[in-house]
């Protein structure tokens, strides 16, 4: 069965800052939100193929680290599907990724945002900058709130075995 929520984060680790998309699924990894749930897919880049992933989700959250500057460092805004065509390009943006999946399915996406991750440093076989670092630990913070508003909690595991003479939990 497909998770009803998928988180897709865009990067490339070998890229400093470019990593924080990669390293912020990492980071939900730990904190573990229930598999049956939500699913978690990296990608070095986005491709038509993607929109595939998109079939049958409640929500979608697009995590990439953005070479532009962001207000505050880390910014959540809704995506709307591009129109037309995707460019002739073996990449694409979120809002491409949207606008394959009308095109294929002929029905509007699920609803879907980005989480822009500002970076400054993209150089090859560069760690992530300190500034990343901190932009990240703000946009993990960020993406656990959205993933809250729509996933719900695992279930909580009994901590107490049924007494059936006292007909309930003792």
């Given at each position: 069965?497909?998770?009803?929520?998928?988180?897709?984060?865009?990067?490339?680790?070998?890229?400093?800052?470019?990593?924080?998309?990669?390293?912020?699924?990492?980071?939900?990894?730990?904190?573990?939100?229930?598999?049956?749930?939500?699913?978690?897919?990296?990608?070095?880049?986005?491709?038509?193929?993607?929109?595939?992933d998109l079939v049958g989700r409640r929500a979608v959250l697009f995590v990439?680290?953005?070479?532009?500057?962001?207000?505050?460092?880390?910014?959540?805004?809704?995506?709307?599907?591009?129109?037309?065509?995707?460019?002739?390009?073996?990449?694409?943006?979120?809002?491409?990724?949207?606008?394959?999946?009308?095109?294929?399915?002929?029905?509007?996406?699920?609803?879907?945002?980005?989480?822009?991750?500002?970076?400054?440093?993209?150089?090859?076989?560069?760690?992530?900058?300190?500034?990343?670092?901190?932009?990240?630990?703000?946009?993990?913070?960020?993406?656990?709130?959205?993933?809250?508003?729509?996933?719900?909690?695992?279930?909580?595991?009994?901590?107490?075995?049924?007494?059936?003479?006292?007909?309930?939990?003792?």
């Open positions: 069965m497909t998770p009803p929520v998928l988180v897709i984060a865009v990067g490339n680790r070998s890229r400093g800052d470019d990593a924080l998309g990669p390293c912020l699924l990492d980071a939900l990894r730990e904190t573990g939100p229930d598999a049956a749930q939500v699913e978690l897919i990296e990608e070095f880049q986005l491709q038509v193929e993607q929109a595939l990439d680290a953005s070479r532009a500057p962001v207000e505050g460092g880390v910014a959540l805004t809704p995506l709307a599907p591009q129109a037309g065509h995707p460019p002739a390009s073996h990449t694409l943006a979120p809002a491409a990724v949207l606008g394959v999946y009308a095109q294929v399915q002929r029905e509007p996406p699920p609803p879907a945002w980005l989480l822009a991750i500002e970076g400054s440093a993209f150089g090859l076989g560069e760690g992530l900058s300190a500034a990343a670092a901190r932009r990240l630990a703000q946009a993990q913070a960020l993406a656990l709130r959205w993933l809250a508003q729509f996933s719900p909690p695992a279930p909580a595991a009994a901590t107490a075995r049924p007494d059936p003479a006292a007909g309930g939990v003792r």
